[in-house]
């Protein structure tokens, strides 16, 4: 079958770092989203990779190994406006996207 | 450009009620997709089309019926609401198979009493 694990919830403080992992199993890779979905709202895309290695985006950087199996999201000088939950999606061997349940990040001042 | 729309934001249904949610995007997408999300699980499939006039089961296609008569839009009809269906729905799209972000719409709150 195929399956995605991230840590259910995280807590962190503003200005810091925090690195939420993802693991997963599925028939076939053919990339890996990172969304952020605020509580209530849709989730938005924050990055993609398909190749091994780090992505980085301003605040936000993405780590892929295929290899493992693996990915995280690193997210830097954290504020509070980045408490939300971080959906990690893999694109299968149809390009169907398997998500992960989300890690929910809780950012206390 | 409003991207990717959904109708209605929240209803309530009794056990047994009808109903059709709407999808509508207006980037000429050709793949689109019905996604349900429970507390503590992730987004589960339960419908998707390739292109107009084409639709395919997802992962969770039990209790649910869609239809693509237009290429911008995806109608979800649930016959005979059931309270398992309580959920939040989101409907996403895609401009071709191997582009593979979606753009979700703003998703829609329901309740089966």
């Known amino acids: 079958g195929q399956n995605i694990d991230q840590p259910t919830e995280m807590t962190a403080t503003e200005g810091a770092i925090v690195q939420i992992n993802c693991t997963y199993q599925t028939s076939g890779f053919n990339g890996l989203f990172w969304y952020q979905q605020h509580a209530g709202e849709a989730p938005t895309f924050l990055s993609y990779?398909?190749l091994d290695g780090l992505e980085e985006k301003g605040r936000f950087s993405s780590f892929l190994s295929r290899s493992k199996g693996y990915s995280y999201l690193l997210l830097k000088e954290l504020q509070m406006k980045d408490s939300a939950s971080y959906l990690c999606a893999v694109v299968d061997s149809n390009y169907q996207l398997i998500w992960g349940a989300g890690t929910k990040l809780i950012i206390k001042p | 450009n409003a991207g990717v729309t959904q109708t209605p934001k929240f209803r309530v249904l009794k056990t047994g009620q009808s109903m059709t949610l709407l999808c509508a995007q207006d980037m000429n997408h050709e793949y689109m997709y019905w996604y349900r999300q429970d507390p503590g699980m992730g987004l589960r499939l339960i419908h998707y089309?390739?292109?107009?006039?084409?639709?395919a089961k997802g992962e969770v296609p039990d209790g649910y019926n869609v239809s693509r008569l237009k290429k911008q839009n995806f109608l979800l009809g649930l016959e005979s609401a059931a309270p398992s269906q309580t959920s939040v729905y989101f409907c996403?799209?895609?401009?071709?198979?191997?582009?593979?972000?979606?753009?979700f719409g703003p998703g829609t709150r329901l309740t089966v009493l």
């Open positions: 996403a799209s895609k401009p071709a198979r191997e582009l593979n972000e979606q753009f």
């Open positions: 990779n398909v």
């Open positions: 089309s390739v292109g107009e006039g084409t639709t």
